[in-house]
């Protein structure tokens, strides 16, 4: 196994940590450093081993961030429908 995907099992070990612990801001902070340090470690797994590999490490993490996913998607389509219509 290669560093990366030691680093991106822990990142995973560690988001599930995360959202164990209470929070007052409903988790939101630590979404925010998750995906600071997931985004790079994405790359860094792509680059190691592969595009596949990369694809399915990116699928793991948009799981378990999946409310920051669902928000980006509806801020999305907001902003296309609001561009279609003028």
Do not use: E, K
């Not at 030691?6 to 995973?12: F, N, T």
């Not at 985004?39 to 190691?48: A, R």
């Not at 799981?63 to 279609?84: C, D, E, K």
């Amino acid at each position: 196994m290669t560093l990366s995907l030691i680093l991106a099992c822990a990142w995973g070990v560690a988001a599930n940590l995360a959202a164990i612990i209470p929070s007052s801001d409903n988790h939101w902070t630590r979404a925010y450093v998750l995906i600071a340090l997931g985004i790079p470690l994405v790359g860094f797994v792509t680059m190691q081993n592969g595009p596949w590999i990369g694809l399915a490490v990116l699928v793991a993490g948009m799981s378990l961030l999946r409310w920051p996913v669902i928000f980006l998607a509806r801020w999305g389509r907001r902003a296309i429908s609001a561009t279609i219509r003028g």
